[in-house]
């Protein structure tokens, strides 16, 4: 499948640069859960993250000799790098008041946000598949927020409900980046939008310095965590995830992006030592088969443009 200017890649290195892009993107919900135990501010740890992860990736693209300056003059990639940094602020946020695991699928709900979007604003014919899997990942969603007596829980419910938003929030960035894709190749808009972001990042950031508005201690494993996900979960990431779309479908992509879930949730249980209630495993459980069949059947997706 190939979009626009976008070059070829042999199937199986893309697919391995997606798994890669996944299994490490999976490590960043409890790898930013277990950095806000050693942060004071939760928006000044983001803001540094996107602050290691803009140098990093400019770096890169200037040596792979990809970097579009005038990508910066369309504003729909400042469009993206808000609502990316919206939905991490909220993403940073809410994991103060829920847990990594549940943060993980209540985000990836995203698949079934784009096909929603794609549905009501594009116009974007869903299957019957597509349906089931909105269906059940609404269902899927309502069980993640319960406790272990099947009502809902008073301690991580706002949580929850902040990083579902954020799910939401990153909707309409994949859809924005779907847009970019008809002009600029995947390394030039990721690129972009992790600067755009993390520009965007810096106006609360600077407010909150400048206000005295939260406390600014970070100990030095927080700057483990600052550094590993702004190398790692933000820059690697996003750049293995690009040169795997120039070889795979956004549809492929995004059925093999499941393994981020499966990551976070190992690591959260297994390091974190976190758990979750009989109905937020069933919630999640249907959260995970609707990613599935929404993604796997191709949401949201036009027609490919075949190469010739």
């Known amino acids: 499948m190939m979009y626009g200017p976008m070059a070829s890649r042999d199937r ?15 490590t960043s919900f409890p790898g930013t859960k277990w950095g806000l135990d050693f942060i004071g501010n939760d928006v000044l740890f983001l803001w540094l993250r996107f602050v290691v992860a803009t140098a990093i990736t400019l770096a890169v693209v200037l040596v792979l000799r990809k970097l579009s300056v005038a990508i910066f003059r369309n504003p729909i990639i400042w469009l993206i790098g808000a609502f990316n940094a919206a939905g991490f602020i909220m993403q940073y946020v809410g994991l103060t008041i829920t847990t990594a695991s549940k943060t993980a699928l209540l985000v990836d709900i995203n698949v079934v946000a784009v096909a929603i979007i794609s549905y009501l604003a594009l116009r974007e014919r869903l299957g019957r598949s597509q349906v089931f899997g909105v269906v059940i990942g609404m269902v899927g969603v309502f069980f993640l927020t319960l406790n272990k007596d099947f009502v809902f829980d008073p301690d991580q419910l706002i949580g929850d409900v902040i990083v579902y938003a954020a799910g939401w929030s990153w909707a309409f960035f994949i859809i924005l980046n779907k847009k970019m894709l008809a002009k600029h190749n995947g390394v030039e808009i990721s690129s972009a939008a992790i600067t755009t972001c993390m520009v965007w990042l810096t106006i609360p950031t600077v407010f909150l310095l400048a206000t ?58 297994g390091l974190l030592g976190e758990s979750m209630s009989l109905a937020a495993a069933f919630g999640g459980a249907l959260v995970m088969l609707a990613i599935f069949l929404v993604a796997g059947t191709g949401a949201g997706e036009k027609e490919p443009i075949k190469s010739v």
């Open 12 to 26: 199986k290195d893309a697919i391995l640069l997606t798994v890669f892009a996944s299994l490490i993107w999976g």
């Open 212 to 269: 005295g508005g939260g406390d600014f201690s970070i100990e030095p494993l927080g700057w483990v965590s600052i550094v590993y996900l702004g190398i790692f979960c933000t820059s690697v990431a996003t750049l293995l995830w690009a040169l795997g779309l120039e070889g795979v479908s956004g549809t492929e992509s995004a059925t093999i992006m499941l393994i981020e879930v499966v990551t976070a949730l190992i690591l959260a249980i």
